[in-house]
């Protein structure tokens, strides 16, 4: 017995097409951020914290999406899309556990902009080899022992009905619509989770850019400015994209919770924003572009 992911067969003449789109998209994610990863690997120029966070983030976007997409696309060229409570729970528990750890990385990231920007004589001291990688680890660990408990929280609870789950993958609010009985504990604790998990980090990523702003603004060179903010806008442009997206999904009430919206913006934080990542750090980066011209120019001559 299990669950049937009714995913997008309210569409069937578009399966096909959006078996493409899908693909293709989940190709730009995984071909992007490798690139990423294999830059700031073989590049002596982009051995710093900064990049040493965009690296493990880029690890992170592809384990990310590689917990719901290669489902989706498998679901979307067969019939039978029955999934076990076992693999239902294992799919929840990774895409939480790996979401915290993206809430953590982008918080840590601002922090490096922050030291960067607003005590850059004391910025090597502060962010070391030992501390990037204690910040590193505290980010990919956190979200493991409290999803542990919260995803057997959600899956202790009986189930009824159809078992048909109208969403695409195992996300929290469309499993707790098929939950008989009282959930009302699940979802105090999925709103508590979401504060703690999503919004404290969102508002400390915020206060990090008040601080960062205020200080760009007192540079006495345009140039300076300039620089400043297009090392930083990059990261906030993914940061509203993807908070933005989360905090609404989980802090809806679940009266208000429609299933068009519940898949639009479980696609704008699982697909569309991972896929936009490697195009904003990189394009709007001139370091990782005179890098990567390097790295494309030596390839040629070889």
Same mark, same amino acid.
């Given at each position: 017995?299990?669950?049937?992911?009714?995913?997008?067969?309210d569409?069937?003449?578009?399966?096909?097409?959006?078996?493409?789109?899908?693909?293709?998209?989940? $190709?730009?994610?995984?071909? !992007?951020?490798?690139?990423? #990863?294999?830059?700031?690997?073989?590049d002596? /120029?982009? *051995?710093?914290?900064m990049?040493?966070?965009?690296?493990?983030?880029?690890?992170?976007e592809?384990?990310?999406?590689?917990?719901?997409?290669?489902?989706?696309?498998?679901?979307?060229?067969?019939?039978?899309?029955?999934?076990?409570?076992?693999?239902?729970a294992t799919?929840m528990y990774?895409f939480l556990?790996?979401?915290?750890?993206e809430?953590?990385?982008?918080?840590?990231?601002?922090?490096?902009?922050?030291?960067?920007?607003?005590?850059?004589?004391?910025?090597?001291?502060?962010?070391?080899?030992?501390l990037?990688?204690?910040?590193?680890a505290?980010?990919?660990?956190?979200? $493991?022992?409290?999803?542990? !408990?919260?995803?057997?929280? #959600?899956?202790s609870l009986?189930?009824?009905g /159809?078992? *048909?789950?109208?969403?695409?993958?195992c996300d929290v609010?469309?499993?707790?619509?098929?939950?008989?009985?009282?959930?009302?504990?699940t979802?105090?604790?999925?709103?508590?989770?979401t504060?703690?998990?999503?919004?404290?980090?969102?508002m400390?990523?915020?206060?990090?850019?008040v601080?960062?702003?205020?200080?760009i603004?007192?540079?006495?060179?345009v140039?300076g400015?300039?620089?400043?903010?297009?090392?930083c806008?990059?990261?906030?442009?993914?940061?509203?994209?993807?908070?933005?997206?989360?905090?609404?999904s989980?802090?809806?009430?679940k009266?208000?919770?429609?299933?068009?919206?519940d898949?639009?913006?479980?696609?704008?934080?699982?697909?569309?924003?991972p896929?936009f990542?490697?195009?904003?750090?990189?394009l709007?980066?001139k370091?990782?572009?005179?890098?990567?011209?390097?790295f494309?120019?030596?390839?040629?001559?070889?």
């Amino acid at each position: 017995m299990g669950l049937f992911l009714l995913s997008f067969s309210d569409v069937p003449d578009l399966q096909g097409f959006l078996f493409g789109v899908f693909l293709i998209m989940y $190709v730009i994610i995984l071909m !992007g951020n490798s690139l990423i #990863i294999i830059m700031i690997k073989v590049d002596p /120029s982009l *051995q710093n914290p900064m990049y040493f966070f965009l690296g493990n983030f880029s690890s992170l976007e592809i384990c990310y999406v590689s917990v719901t997409v290669p489902r989706l696309l498998v679901d979307l060229v067969r019939q039978s899309r029955n999934i076990s409570f076992l693999g239902c729970a294992t799919q929840m528990y990774f895409f939480l556990v790996l979401g915290v750890t993206e809430c953590f990385l982008l918080t840590v990231m601002a922090y490096d902009r922050y030291v960067a920007i607003c005590n850059p004589l004391l910025y090597p001291l502060i962010m070391n080899n030992r501390l990037c990688i204690q910040l590193a680890a505290g980010c990919w660990m956190t979200g $493991v022992p409290v999803h542990i !408990g919260f995803t057997y929280q #959600i899956f202790s609870l009986p189930f009824c009905g /159809s078992h *048909q789950l109208n969403h695409f993958f195992c996300d929290v609010p469309p499993v707790l619509k098929l939950a008989c009985g009282d959930t009302f504990m699940t979802e105090v604790l999925t709103y508590v989770l979401t504060v703690l998990f999503i919004t404290i980090p969102f508002m400390l990523i915020l206060a990090s850019y008040v601080k960062i702003i205020s200080t760009i603004l007192k540079l006495p060179s345009v140039a300076g400015q300039a620089k400043a903010f297009s090392t930083c806008s990059s990261h906030l442009m993914v940061v509203a994209l993807f908070f933005g997206s989360g905090i609404i999904s989980y802090l809806r009430p679940k009266s208000s919770h429609s299933t068009g919206m519940d898949k639009f913006l479980s696609l704008f934080y699982t697909v569309v924003t991972p896929m936009f990542n490697p195009m904003i750090y990189c394009l709007r980066n001139k370091d990782f572009m005179v890098a990567l011209r390097k790295f494309l120019l030596k390839w040629i001559v070889l």
